[in-house]
C-alpha cells in the first residue's frame, strides 16, 4: 500500500494568494516524522517543513505552513502569499519511527501564475 | 557549507552498459542514502549507508545495482549492465543524524537508458 499519497499531480495558484498541496500519509507507527519538499526546475530538492507526530502545534516556516491532521492522517502544505518562484514540484514525504528510510508522494507541480 | 553534490547531471547510455553515478555528501555526514525516482512515479529508497557500511539495501532493484563507499566519504552507484527500466533520476542525500529533522539532497542524476 502506498504510505504517502498526493492526488494532485498539477495546481495552479494566482500569484499572491494562497495554495493548499494535499498529503496523507500511512502509517500504524505512533512515531513518525513528516516533511515537505520543494524541487524547482533546476532539480535540487530543498526542504521546506517538518512536522513530528507527537508536536502539538502545526509547523510552521515563513510563508510556509503544514495542516497536521493526525486523525485524518493528512498533512497538507499550505503556501501564503504564493509568488512566481513557488513555481516547482513539491514532494511529502514520512520517515516511520526509528527508521532510515524517507516515503515520497508522486509528487505535486505548482504553478503560480502572475 | 557546500550542499550534497552529484556527478554526471545527466547521463545517457544504450541499454547493455555500464553507468556509474557518484554523491558527495555534505562533509560530516555518516548517513548516505540513495533514492530513484522513475517517471511519474514516486521517489524511492534503494539505500543507506553509515559511514562504509551499508545499513539497509532493502530497496535496491536486483544485483545489477552496486552502491558502495569507500572510506565513508562519496559513494558511487554503478548500474552493469543497464536496461531500459532503470531510466529515471537518481538522488542522493545525506544527513548527520539517522533521527535527524531531515535529509539534505543532492540535484541527481538524470539516468537516460536507450
Known amino acids: 500500500a502506498q504510505k504517502i499519497t498526493q492526488t494532485q499531480p498539477g495546481m495552479f495558484v494566482q500569484e499572491k494568494e494562497a495554495v493548499t498541496l494535499d498529503c496523507t500519509y500511512d502509517t500504524s507507527d505512533p512515531s513518525y516524522g513528516l516533511f515537505w519538499y520543494k524541487q524547482p526546475s533546476s532539480g535540487e530538492m530543498i526542504f521546506l517543513i517538518y512536522q513530528g507526530s507527537y508536536d502539538q502545534q502545526n509547523a510552521t516556516e515563513g510563508r510556509y505552513s503544514l495542516n497536521f491532521q493526525k486523525a485524518r492522517k493528512s498533512a497538507n502544505l499550505v503556501i501564503s502569499a504564493s509568488q512566481l518562484g513557488d513555481s516547482a514540484m513539491y514532494f511529502c514525504a514520512m520517515r516511520e519511527g526509528s527508521g532510515n528510510q524517507f516515503y515520497f508522494g508522486t509528487g505535486t507541480s505548482l504553478t503560480v501564475i502572475p | 557549507e557546500a550542499g550534497v553534490t552529484q556527478f554526471p547531471s545527466h547521463s545517457v547510455i544504450e541499454k547493455g552498459q555500464t553507468v556509474t553515478l557518484r554523491c558527495d555528501p555534505i562533509?560530516?555526514?555518516?548517513?548516505l542514502y540513495w533514492y530513484r525516482r522513475v517517471m511519474g512515479k514516486e521517489i524511492k529508497f534503494l539505500l543507506h549507508f553509515v559511514k562504509e557500511s551499508k545499513q539497509d539495501e532493502s530497496g535496491m532493484p536486483n544485483n545489477r545495482f552496486l552502491a558502495e563507499r569507500t572510506g565513508g566519504t562519496y559513494s558511487t552507484l554503478k548500474v552493469q549492465p543497464a536496461e531500459l527500466e532503470d531510466s529515471g533520476v537518481y538522488f542522493c542525500?545525506?544527513?548527520?543524524?539517522?533521527?535527524?529533522?531531515?535529509?539534505?539532497f543532492g540535484p541527481g542524476t538524470r539516468l537516460t537508458v536507450l
Open positions: 562533509s560530516g555526514h555518516d548517513n
Open positions: 542525500a545525506s544527513s548527520q543524524y539517522v533521527q535527524g529533522n531531515e535529509q539534505f
